[in-house]
DNA sequence: ATTAAGATGGAAAGCGCTTTCGTTAGGAGT
DNA sequence: ACTCCTAACGAAAGCGCTTTCCATCTTAAT
């Protein structure tokens, strides 16, 4: 491996100077300058950012802690593309992205973890909240994605617009009977969109039974089956439901076919996400569509101001919703 | 932050003793185990793994480089499955991954980043290849999936086979004017999916007119909407279409829908990946399911392996392919 | 009691880099 | 010719850890 000091041999300098080209220290002579490039590229050498991060206490990288609880990790097709967006935006500013594992050695936690790794920020995307409490009473700047922590800045869609949006939206299509299938009560987003769908009907002046609210869990398809399952069952069902998410509503269309019955014919069905699959689906899924993109990049911007100490205060971002009409609503 | 330093002094031990107790080395007695031990708790120690790794040369980081010119990056309905698969085994053995950035500095190549980073290995996921010399040519541990590159290690499905049981199972239906969406032959995975298509419809005493094989680029939606256009335009369409990926599968199958026509009543349909989505979509898409899991646990093993000299020498890994049978096909 | 062997602990160098603070040389000003 | 300033460069300490090698202290064997 050649280091600094090989350039300073071959170049007769000191590594002090060498150190000074490659970090574009204003004192030194063009002339050394050059030399000090030119050695570089002949000699092949690449500077070693743990050496730099020893020294610097900056390690240009970027902790991600991702939920765990949904079993897909990574390949979450909603977060998939929040990271996506996030990684992107904090490209632009050299930072890589650290994704740890949880069972390391023998501190279980992911937060030593990450301090252990230096990271110079974190974001974490959809997590319970139990360990929320270690990075918010932390130096490690932070950010949540999905889950507003107290002392700690957050983005999250406007969940209870949304659930109002999708009401409103049935509602207007002549939908007296609306049901709610929930994500579990656990998370953040499930409390606000049902608080949404809740706040909208008492507006319309709709009385909600409430075997019509049903948890369908964390947001899963299977989730979705075994809800909708309920609701068909009851003695005067829904002809509309709103459904916390687009997988537990694939779920729910899916019962709903298997049942005899059509969508949105016989009940209208609107999700909420618009996941990829849902314009592909049969029906295309009506949804309220949640801007993964700018999640992402958002939460990047308010984390990178973060580590760079410009906002010193912590702040909640909400990014607007917006109601995608597909096919999986009709007016009654 | 409290260093080693710090726990020596609290404990009147060395910074060895400490650092061996860290490190379970054989050599300390069980009382100075404990003290350490319970100095380091209370003083709330994390080690540095900076200083560590520039000690030891060794970062515990598998650094991630993905495929840009799909332009979904870790979005990737595919590919986002293995890596996830790819990470559940590495964390087995506390390794993080690192996702780099391509325009980090004034260095644009990734390898040189890499470098700098570190990494004790790398994998990288659907390259055009263009980079791959760099990475066969060094020292740094390296796996490739979905390309098979020379002195270096891969896996990658049976894209071949996977070609074959596609023709076979329409040829079984009764098919007879097959055709072909392919993806772009800069593909190592595009080129054996065809390789397979021609090597089963010739076995089967097949002739396939020259324009039943047309290109539909990077496995996209549209540009297998594009693909099958051309194919319908034809004075004498195919009566089944084997699509070298499902997304692509899908802008087929919408563009059949919209011309009037039925899938499979009028044209069947094989895919070929079998992503979340093809489960879901109307209907249900019969395609060749490449086993992500097992990609992403073979590379990750294969990587280890590498890493810790296990294997010298490279070899590659050929995940065997399966037939999904669901709805889009149909016997003629 | 004496010695050898094993167990335990520590000094110090080194990993590759940054950064503070001095030093030196040359040029400007008088 | 002399002083003063500035520009250019380097010595050295320090970042937090590992690891080699040596010193000391026990313990068991004779």
């Known amino acids: 491996m050649t280091t600094i000091y090989d350039i300073a041999k071959a170049t007769e300098y000191s590594i002090t100077t060498v150190s000074k080209v490659l970090n574009n220290y204003p004192n030194v002579s063009e002339k050394a300058k050059k030399k000090v490039l030119q050695a570089v590229e002949e000699l092949g050498y690449t500077p070693n950012s743990s050496a730099r991060t020893l020294a610097t206490n900056k390690s240009w ?36 992205l650290l994704f740890v594992s949880r069972n390391m050695g023998l501190q279980k936690r992911t937060y030593k973890h990450l301090k252990h790794r230096g990271v110079d920020g974190v974001v974490v995307v959809q997590s319970l909240g139990e360990e929320a409490i270690e990075y918010s009473t932390s130096k490690l700047p932070t950010v949540f994605i999905d889950m507003p922590i107290e002392k700690s800045s957050a983005v999250y869609s406007d969940n209870k617009q949304g659930g109002m949006l999708a009401v409103d939206y049935l509602y207007g299509l002549g939908h007296r009977k609306i049901a709610h299938i929930a994500g579990r009560d656990t998370m953040f987003t499930a409390v606000e969109r049902t608080r949404g769908f809740k706040l909208a009907t008492r507006e319309k002046g709709l009385t909600i039974p409430e075997q019509y609210i049903v948890d369908g869990g964390y947001y899963s398809y299977e989730g979705g089956r075994e809800a909708m399952v309920r609701l068909l069952g009851l003695e005067a069902p829904p002809t509309a439901v709103f459904v916390a998410g687009d997988e537990m509503a694939l779920g729910a269309v899916k019962v709903i076919k298997e049942a005899g019955l059509r969508v949105p014919e016989d009940i209208s069905v609107i ?41 010193k205060n912590n702040q909640d971002k909400i990014v607007p919703v ?7 609503c009709s007016a009654l």
């Open 271 to 311: 999700g909420f996400d618009d996941i990829p699959l849902s314009k592909h689906v049969d029906p295309p899924l009506t949804t309220i569509r949640q801007d993964k993109q700018l999640i992402g990049q958002q939460s990047a911007v308010l984390l990178l101001d973060k580590i760079n100490g410009l906002s």
């Open 61 to 96: 990288m970027i902790g991600v802690v991702f939920a765990e609880h949904l079993g897909v990790g990574m390949a979450h097709p909603f977060f998939s593309e929040v990271i996506e967006s996030f990684k992107k935006q904090v490209e632009l500013y050299d930072y890589d």
């Open 322 to 328: 917006q109601l995608i009409k597909r096919n999986s």
